[in-house]
């Protein structure tokens, strides 16, 4: 149901006055806001937000989960606290369903705080709380030659699930193992970036490492690698609308690959991907398409958001139908 102006209005009054601020004045916001922030919200969904600054003006980047990441227009300063309107879209019992919410935050004895209201949902979405933790930036690239690797660890033993798991039990689980190959069944078509059958993620974590992992993507196929949780390589068919900085070979929506090596769609592929210190490698089919890039901050669908933390190997099933086969990652031997 639509809400009255003077509703909206009351809510926006509430989400300032709780935030000890005036909907009327304007002023400067404190710089230590500026820098990547990884977020523990009450209702335990994936957040990040980045502040930078323009002509003394805070540019706002912020994702629950999935949907944009911004900038987000609408920014406002208000007695050092940074408010900002942001879309936020969750999985339903049936349907999914997006949600417009006011973010107010700011630092209180020096540490983050904030505050998401929704005016069109009920408890737990309706006022959600959090914190974060400022990240170091992103440092200088990796001199992948001088890295060490261990013995590599089979992931996928071409048997059953053993290792794995759904990462949210209220999903639906299409995985199954047969002649050696994991497959996901959905009767979803469509590239939606949520969905009622779950995504399959290793119940073991990890840091840096090299993975190989074949896949077999079909024509109107879409799903992904997350390496620890955060960063996805692509995985769709070649012909498929997606090119670029969402094609087959791309560290999604953050680093575009430098040609499309993928093979027709139906066939095995293989990608070999390493990630160290925050920078990813991508190999397709033998080809290097993405060298030793930095990632700035986490893709869409990312179940971790903290880089300094480990994270499990997530394979989207959320998406539409895939095949994988012959999953390994060699770790890296730290001094």
Same mark, same amino acid.
């Given at each position: ?17 709780? =935030? ?20 523990? %919200? ?19 980047? +912020?994702? *629950? ?12 300063? &208000? ?6 309107? /942001? ?17 107010? *935050?700011? %630092?209180?004895?020096?540490?983050? !705080? ?25 440092? !200088? @690239?990796? $001199? ?16 059953? %699930?053993?290792?794995?798991? /759904?990462?949210?039990? $209220? ?6 193992? #047969?002649?050696?190959? %994991? &497959? ?11 969905? =009622? ?40 068919? @070649? $012909?498929?609308? +997606? ?6 070979? =791309? ?12 093979? &027709? ?16 490698? *991508?190999? /397709? ?32 099933? $959320?998406?539409? =139908? ?11 031997? #730290?001094?």
């Amino acid at each position: 149901m639509k809400k009255s102006g003077g509703i909206v209005f009351w809510l926006w009054f509430v989400i300032i006055s709780l =935030s000890g601020t005036s909907v009327f004045g304007n002023g400067s916001f404190p710089k230590e806001l500026l820098g990547y922030w990884t977020l523990d %919200l009450s209702t335990n969904e994936p957040a990040w937000m980045r502040i930078e600054e323009k002509e003394g003006q805070p540019i706002v980047y +912020m994702r *629950v989960h999935v949907l944009g990441e911004g900038p987000h227009k609408g920014v406002k300063v &208000e007695n050092g606290r940074v408010v900002f309107p /942001l879309k936020i879209k969750r999985q339903g019992k049936g349907e999914a369903f997006t949600t417009q919410n006011i973010v107010s *935050v700011g %630092l209180n004895n020096g540490k983050l !705080e904030g505050l998401i209201v929704c005016e069109s949902t009920t408890a737990p979405y309706n006022r959600i709380t959090f914190t974060g933790k400022k990240v170091p930036p992103v440092g !200088e @690239r990796p $001199d992948l030659p001088e890295i060490r690797f261990g013995k590599p660890i089979i992931l996928f033993n071409g048997k059953d %699930l053993s290792g794995w798991r /759904l990462h949210s039990t $209220d999903r639906v689980i299409g995985w199954s193992v #047969k002649d050696g190959i %994991l &497959e996901n069944n959905t009767p979803k078509t469509d590239f939606g970036s949520t969905g =009622s059958y779950g995504n399959l993620e290793t119940e073991a974590v990890f840091e840096d490492f090299y993975l190989h992992i074949e896949f077999l993507a079909d024509t109107g196929q879409n799903s992904g690698v997350y390496l620890r949780g955060m960063y996805e390589a692509q995985v769709v068919d @070649r $012909d498929s609308r +997606m090119q670029g900085l969402q094609g087959v070979g =791309s560290v999604f929506g953050r680093v575009a690959p430098s040609r499309n090596a993928a093979t &027709e769609p139906g066939t095995w592929q293989t990608y070999d991907l390493t990630l160290v210190d925050r920078h990813m490698t *991508v190999i /397709l089919n033998g080809v290097k398409v993405v060298d030793n890039q930095p990632i700035v901050a986490p893709t869409g669908g990312a179940v971790v958001t903290d880089p300094t933390a480990p994270g499990p190997i997530l394979l989207q099933g $959320d998406h539409t =139908s895939i095949k994988y086969r012959n999953i390994y990652l060699a770790p890296v031997i #730290k001094d």
